[in-house]
């Protein structure tokens, strides 16, 4: 289950109030991630291996 407590905020989070980033939860099978801004909105969810294939794509976004 995703409570408050489970989230994480990237520690690129940004200037600011910090909200201008994603924050990630490591459950059980999958990881979560949403936008800080808009908590209240549609997570995506991903087994780890994709999960770790989407960030390898996005450190390699030019």
Do not use: N, Y
Request: net charge neutral.
């Amino acid at each position: 289950m995703l409570t408050p407590d489970t989230w994480q905020k990237s520690s690129f989070s940004g200037g600011g109030q910090g909200d201008a980033c994603v924050e990630v939860a490591h459950l059980d099978t999958h990881i979560a991630i949403r936008d800080s801004k808009t908590r209240s909105r549609a997570t995506l969810a991903f087994e780890p291996p994709t999960f770790t294939s989407f960030i390898e794509a996005l450190k390699h976004k030019t």
